[in-house]
């Protein structure tokens, strides 16, 4: 069986995993104040080209969003997203755990529109209501699309005209930059959104996020937050290890890049088999419309995973390929298709 369920049902990429070796008998302080941390923060620092960003460590994707809407807002506060937006639909109630309510905006494609943030915050009218103070996006968004700099620029615009944070969630932000449809930058993500994460998780570390903080009055007592929310590892320099391996020259990006590409052939395949799209991506994750038919023999071979029915007898999927995905894997998927669907 092979797996496109998912970018991380593998462990790490090589250059991860020998530095964790190189370093496994060095010795260091913990939580995070070692020298691995240091250089790795140094390193992020330079690649969105601000000296004076705050950078964090967290280990995964639901306690970044957390961490992050926690400590930003204040009790009566709440967050906009989009419908589809990890933080409504797959974080357990973390969020409003934290005692802030997620507010879904109107959305097209994933992504929130300027005229739902604009309806919500217009009608939270007083203090009968929870007042929205942030704006949250996630880049590559759950359905793989992808923002614009023209789109994350006015939606900055209207950040500005309410007074609300601009969060973007990165768990996918690799395959969001290399997407052949991406004009954005990491420096230009540090200009327009007051704090972000780059995810390592989906894109060849072990685990790890890096929270990057630009808006001065988000960097006050952020590692109190993490503590008080769990998230500080003893051994935090393992969070340390990875980002500086994959900051290091061009390994992030050269990891996000082969998992897009695979995808993209898979879903070049698919095109040329007249095999409908639920949406169409530039990014690792990708979604056909298979007769169930074929879907089932597909199933025998490969996993992926259903994301809803189409028709009576049509299902979406998802398939995610990842850093590690092998091309004669892609290869061999797309000649089963093309056998089983003649
Ligand atoms: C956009 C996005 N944000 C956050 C997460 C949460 O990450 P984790 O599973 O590490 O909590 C995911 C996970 O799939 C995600 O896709």
């Known amino acids: 069986m092979i797996s496109f369920k998912n970018d991380y049902s593998e462990g790490a990429c090589p250059e991860i995993m020998q530095a964790m070796m190189k370093t496994n008998r060095l010795q260091s302080d913990g939580y995070g104040l070692d020298p691995f941390c240091e250089g790795a923060k140094e390193r992020i620092r330079q690649k969105v080209g601000n000296a004076d960003c705050d950078v964090h460590f967290l280990v995964g994707g639901t306690q970044a969003n957390l961490t992050i809407i926690a400590s930003a807002l204040r009790p009566y ?19 409003e755990g934290t005692g802030h309510k997620v507010i879904v905006a109107d959305s097209a494609q994933g992504k929130v529109t300027l005229e739902g943030i604009r309806k919500v915050v217009t009608a939270h009218t007083d203090e009968h209501m929870v007042k929205p103070a942030m704006v949250y996006i996630s880049n590559a968004t759950e359905i793989g699309t992808v923002y614009t700099k023209a789109e994350l620029s006015s939606i900055r615009r209207i950040c500005d005209e309410y007074g609300l944070y601009l969060f973007m969630d990165g768990a996918r932000l690799g395959s969001a930059l290399m997407a052949s449809d991406n004009d954005l930058k990491l420096s230009d ?14 894109n060849g570390a072990l685990f790890g996020e890096a929270v990057v903080i630009v808006n001065e009055r988000l960097k006050k007592d952020f590692r109190y937050m993490i503590k008080h929310h769990g998230g500080m590892l003893a051994k935090g320099r393992l969070l340390g290890i990875q980002f500086y391996e994959l900051m290091n020259g061009t390994v992030f990006f050269d990891l996000a890049k082969h998992a897009n590409a695979m995808a993209q052939k898979l879903q070049d395949a698919f095109l040329q088999l007249n095999c409908p799209l639920f949406v169409k991506t530039t990014t690792n994750q990708i979604f056909p419309i298979f007769d169930d038919e074929i879907l089932a023999e597909m199933d025998k071979r490969y996993a992926c995973t259903i994301w809803e029915k189409v028709s009576d007898h049509t299902t979406a999927v998802r398939i995610v390929t990842s850093w590690a995905t092998k091309e004669e894997d892609v290869d061999r998927y797309i000649d089963d298709l093309r056998r089983i669907m003649k």
């Open 189 to 202: 993500i540090a200009e327009l959104c007051d704090i972000f994460y780059i995810g390592g998780t989906k």
């Open 77 to 95: 506060e709440a967050v906009i997203a989009a419908e589809s937006g990890h933080i409504n639909v797959h974080e357990t109630g973390a969020i």
